[in-house]
């Protein structure tokens, strides 16, 4: 058990639609990143909240968007969705400075 | 742009025998993290390496660091059918750390009995 707890565990979603996925991060953790893992490969870097402020994104398009809480939650949306957009989220809390990252269980998003 | 690969991408070996995966980088990083994942389950932390000569061990698993070959391994040592996973190995491509991790595309392992 990481402590980070993530919501829903599954969604279906068609093309076109969005989708808001849901992160609870370790109290005290001030620093949120979301990574997608499409199937087979390896976590890919979307962004990072630190302080409720987006602090670094990787290569995605601005449809991907986020939102960190005072109370540790944060969140991801993705707008327009594509089929490609199918993958595993993953959130990762840490406490700024600490080496250890705690991943969450992530949402696993099908698009049809 | 920090390139992480990882090799080899499948494995399967016999139980009881020995292996290493090598993780290279392509850039200056003083942070190495290893992953487990099982199948349709998130990420297990393994091991953090933050030194050159940084070795780390936890059962039948090794990890070392090579700082100036920007090169890591991941050593199995007479493996189990239980060390069946993916394994991850990623990279911060920040001076001190910033969370923000290059992942390889992971070496997908099965021990066979």
């Known amino acids: 058990e990481t402590g980070v707890t993530q919501s829903p565990t599954h969604l279906i979603k068609t093309r076109g639609q969005q989708v808001t996925l849901r992160c609870s991060s370790q109290?005290?953790?001030?620093?949120v990143s979301w990574y997608q893992q499409a199937l087979g490969q390896g976590p890919q870097f979307i962004f990072q909240?630190?302080?409720?402020?987006?602090?670094g994104r990787g290569n995605f398009p601005p449809r991907f968007s986020g939102l960190q809480f005072p109370n540790y939650s944060s969140e991801l949306n993705v707008n327009a969705l594509e089929l490609d957009d199918s993958a595993l989220y993953l959130c990762?809390?840490?406490?700024?400075?600490?080496?250890?990252?705690?991943f969450g269980s992530g949402t696993q998003l099908s698009v049809l | 742009e920090l390139k992480v690969e990882q090799n080899p991408l499948f494995l399967s070996m016999q139980e009881g025998k020995n292996y290493t995966i090598y993780c290279n980088y392509s850039?200056?990083?003083?942070?190495l993290y290893w992953y487990r994942q099982d199948p349709g389950k998130s990420l297990e932390s393994l091991f953090v390496?933050?030194?050159?000569?940084a070795v780390k061990q936890e059962g039948r698993l090794m990890a070392s660091l090579d700082t100036k070959a920007r090169l890591s391994t991941l050593h199995i040592t007479a493996a189990v059918h239980d060390l069946s996973a993916t394994y991850f190995c990623?990279?911060?491509?920040?001076?001190?750390?910033?969370?923000?991790?290059?992942f390889g595309k992971g070496t997908k392992l099965t021990v066979n009995p």
């Open positions: 990623a990279v911060d491509p920040t001076q001190g750390g910033s969370e923000k991790l290059v």
């Open positions: 850039t200056t990083s003083d942070r």
């Open positions: 909240y630190y302080r409720e402020e987006e602090n």
């Open positions: 109290s005290g953790h001030n620093t």
């Open positions: 390496l933050l030194s050159n000569g």
């Open positions: 990762a809390s840490s406490l700024t400075g600490s080496i250890k990252l705690f």
